[in-house]
Every structure is written in structure tokens, then in C-alpha cells.
């Protein structure tokens, strides 16, 4: 597709969304106010807003390969930190996806490069879970459990910060919580896994 195709659907989106919404745009450019904090795997077929039919300014978005909320990635947590002091949004969404490239290459014993020190966090996952995730038939199975997994670990590495249990303390409402998605049907699934206050972290991370 030339790239200039790009550039004329985005003029044609404009005319639509003001045809269908007028003055979208302008109010829009006053301020942003989401209610939810979506962190997603940067894979092409996830596409946060779409799957959940919001509008721009209804979600805040961070996306990384595989859906990783770790202690030291100052990208993610800068992003957390403004999501929820900054714009009080009310809830956190770790959306995974089945069939995620990086939990499968996680899951392979293949070196890929840089990426292997950042899926690293996916092996630990599979390390903690191994009798479980050994046990099923076939490697679909055992990569669509490992993507569960993988987002109910980044809940839990969400709700150990700093920045989410401050937020509990100062009597902030947030609930945390973890979804996966499937390419194959379009369908997004709650894992049941929500995370409402402090007295749902484990003690080990619990501060105060
Ligand atoms: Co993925």
C-alpha cells in the first residue's frame, strides 16, 4: 500500500468523525480524560481502542511486545504513573492475546537477540508454572496458557508498584485488571483476576 494511501484514509476519517460527531476534534484538543489504562502487546491485530469501540481520548494505551509491566522500565511505569495520578483513571487493563510471537519464542529454545533479554520475564513465568503448562497437549496449548499466565503475572506486577498501592492508600479507586484476547475469533475474555485494593497483594510486595 503506498503511503500516501495513509495519509488520504486519515483526511477521510477526519470528514467522518466530524460529519458523525461535530466539533469532535476541537473538544477533544481541550483536554483528554480516559477512564482506562490499557497495557497491551504491540502486535498488529490488537488494536486496543477498536476491540473495545472507544473513540480517542477514552483510553490511554501502552503496548510492548508480549504485554510486560516490569520494575524497571521506566517507559511503562512513566506511563502508569501519569495514568493514574495525572488522569485518575479508574481502571487498569493488562490485555494479553492468544498465540502472543513472544511468549511463543519465550517458549523455544531458539536465541533471537535483544528481544530474548526482554522475554526473559515470560520464562520465569513458565518456570513458576512448568507442571501445568508441560502437562497439556500440544504447543498451542501450552502457548495459549503461557499468554494467561503472562497476563495474570503482569496484573500482579502492576499491583506491586509503588505507584498503584500509593494510589489505594490516598483512597483512590482502581481496580486492576486481566483480559486476553483471540486473533482468531475477535473475542476478548476476562481471566477473573481483578485486583481491587491492597488487600489482594501478597505481603511480600506490599508497602506502606
Ligand atoms: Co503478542
Known sequence: ??????????????????????????????????????????DSRV??????????GELFVHRNVANLVLHTDFNCLSVLEFAVEVLKVRHIIVCGHYGCGGVTAALSPHRHGLIDNWLRHIRDVYRQHAGEVDALAGEQARIDRLCELNVMQQVRNVVHTTIVQAAWDRGQRLAVHGWIYSVADGLLRDLQVTVKGPDQVDPVYRTE
Open 1 to 42: 500500500m503506498p503511503l500516501k494511501e495513509l495519509l488520504d484514509n486519515n483526511r477521510k476519517w477526519v470528514e467522518r468523525m466530524e460529519a458523525e460527531h461535530p466539533g469532535f476534534f476541537r473538544k477533544l484538543a481541550r483536554q483528554q480524560k480516559p477512564e482506562y489504562l490499557w497495557i497491551g502487546c504491540a
Open 47 to 56: 488494536p486496543a481502542n477498536e476491540i473495545v469501540g472507544m473513540m480517542p
